[in-house]
């Protein structure tokens, strides 16, 4: 990877300006990470309309906070209602179980750990993503990688994660973990990756439908059959541990939750003033409908629509050999991949970030062959990574006294909370994609 770095250093002032200043501004930006934590653990009013009366950690790692000290009192981890959206719980009962020794910490020390955790998990994506160009043969792409390195210490799905200490980052690597191990088939790796993905977001397990489309039926087989028992497993020892009644019991009020998550999201409308940070489909539809049921079919009849085209390229090499495929595009597999996790977050009805979306971009730039595609993934990323410079300005002017971040929060500095940004990223890669996979004969003209 260094070679690479160095090579383009040397090679561009343009990029050595570029990548200092990046520098800089992650360097500025974890201080200001470290001011907001400091902020959130001293009982005093804080941005954005939060005023705790005792020493707090980011919100979202007090929700697994939480849900672990609920678990050992045997309390219900599931809301009623998800009005409050910040404070629901959305993981199975282990995953509470798998927090509750970080309730021996501090506040401080607990909040200092994850972000350290998600610091290190963002530097070892950055590092397993050359590993797979790199397995794939793909020399331009890890040229790429270094060429877009300022892109990533400025790629605000890191820096919300940051912010609010939840899990995409290390969701990203997790499902990162899993293409790898998949597209080298190491089962073992690949099982392991798996199952702590099923134990947090199970739709993040995208990559485990790879092999069978790419027609590994035995490796796909094998992966499954140990999956379900390692899940049962999981499941059953947390169970155990909590006491068989109210084991049971939150695990059925998982699967519950599970089936009610979209209908009683506190949707927003245009009577709320933006759109707000949840990109979803059905999200944007509702806000400019209003929350009706013909809004809510027709959300559903759009990503219908716009899934129909994958389902149809999947049956296609699912029913096709692909083993000679396989041999000659062993990348098809990352492809396969790629457009799997899109497709999967069309679907969803709440859509905060794209935390893959770096790691496509990259793979797209270094792949692309036609001028106005890649012009278009420059103008819509480059869009998706002003997110966080504009989140700062808007905390910088919210100090200096003027009113730039509302309850919630969000930030009125922010393109993204009046345009739907990361869903605009998620179609543009996900049709570039599509069509490719589609198009055999361009698939192998990048082959050779």
Known sequence: MSEYLRRRWAGSKTYRVVLVTTIAYAIFRLAVQGVYIAIMLSPEPALGGVKPQVSMVPIDLQVYLDAAKHFQQKQDLYLETLERIEYHFPYPPAYALAFTPFLWLSPAAVSIVHTLLRIAAYILLYVCWHRIFRHLNLDRANEMLAWTLPLWLVFPAFWNDLGYLNIYIIMALLSTLLIEAILKERLVGALVWLSLILQTKPMWAFAAAVPLLLGRYRFFIKLVTWAVPVYVAIAGVTILVAGPSYGWEQYTEYARLLTRLGDDFPWREMANGFLGYNHSIKQIVIYF???????????????????????????RYLFQSSQHTNRRMPYIGLELAFVLYLGAFIWLDIVWEVSLGIAIFTYLLATLEQRWSKMLTWGVFLLYALVDPLQ??????????????????YVTTDLSAYFPIVMLVILTFYGLLLKRLWDVRSVYLLAR
């Open 392 to 409: 700062v300005l808007g905390a910088i002017l919210a100090l200096c006294g003027m009113n730039t971040i509302l309850p919630g929060p």
């Open 289 to 315: 409908l209003g929350e009706t049921k013909g809004a809510i079919y027709l959300a559903t009849g759009i990503k219908v629509a716009l899934l129909l085209p994958l389902a149809v390229t999947s049956l």
